[in-house]
């Protein structure tokens, strides 16, 4: 008898990738006419969310469309931030904290079990804690699963990744 196989969906971003691009994004901060004396900062905090600070929300706006560029040319998607309403900070400055999505919640993992079971392929999906794992004893079962998740990957709202395919 064949041995299942298996492999997990997992939400996750390349840490290293990240602060390659938010130290891109501090050097274009230090070169850019326009943001050049604004007294600008941009800094990760625990890989839980990066905050922006500047002296008025135009810049700030500007600050978090070369962030987006930089995140999309190292390969990150754009559904790990989650921008939170800006604020005001000392000095008459403005700043903004945006939180970096990492795992899937209980209610995305429950989601996507729920569409894989309504796809009537022949495999079972488990949630393991901030991942789903999904198992088959056909591995044209599993990569048809990895194909639809693919096609409606529009409806998750979280970058996925597919690991530990054995």
């Not at 990240?18 to 006419?33: G, I, P």
């Amino acid at each position: 008898m064949a041995k299942d196989a298996s492999f997990d969906i997992v939400s996750e971003f390349d840490k290293q990738e990240l602060v390659n691009a938010v130290d891109q994004v501090k050097r274009e901060l230090t070169t850019r006419f326009d943001l050049k004396d604004s007294n600008s900062n941009i800094e990760i905090i625990e890989d839980k969310s990066i905050n922006i600070t500047t002296n008025d929300e135009m810049k700030l706006r500007n600050i978090f469309d070369i962030l987006q560029s930089k995140l999309v040319k190292r390969n990150l998607s754009l559904k790990i931030l989650d921008p939170q309403k800006v604020e005001n900070a000392l000095g008459g400055n403005v700043k903004q904290e945006i939180k970096l999505k990492k795992g899937l919640s209980t209610e995305l993992a429950k989601k996507i079990v729920g569409m894989i079971k309504d796809t009537k392929i022949k495999v079972q999906a488990s949630i393991q804690g901030d991942s789903v794992r999904v198992s088959g004893k056909s591995r044209d079962d599993l990569q048809n699963v990895i194909q639809f998740i693919r096609q409606k990957e529009e409806e998750i709202d979280a970058p996925l990744q597919f690991n530990n395919y054995r």
